[in-house]
């Protein structure tokens, strides 16, 4: 599960960036908080992970500093505007 904030205007394409965002979830335990943010040159985001405590001896498919690369990853691939200057 995943729940996202911008601070600050809306970006028009946000069913874009969701669409692009879903994949990258998937598979991954807990719960996860995406706060987006301006920077000088684009957005940058940060990522905030809460275990399921249902699911304490479930294996995880990623962690969660695995899910940040993998979303700043998907982010950049489909031209969504982060930061260039700026690294999760």
């Known amino acids: 599960m995943f729940m996202v904030r911008w601070d600050g205007d809306l970006p028009a394409d946000r ?3 969701m669409k692009v ?3 990258v979830f998937e598979g ?7 706060r987006f943010y301006r920077g000088e040159a684009g957005w940058k985001f940060d990522l905030e992970w809460r275990p399921d405590p249902r699911a304490e001896d479930a294996m995880l498919a990623n962690s969660a500093e695995s ?8 982010l950049i691939e489909q ?3 982060l930061d260039p200057h700026w690294e999760p």
Request: hydrophobic share 45%; aromatic share 12%.
């Open 15 to 17: 069913a874009e960036w």
């Open 67 to 74: 899910v940040r690369f993998n979303l700043h990853l998907a």
């Open 21 to 23: 965002m879903r994949p």
């Open 28 to 34: 991954a335990g807990g719960a996860y908080q995406v």
């Open 79 to 81: 031209g969504k505007p």
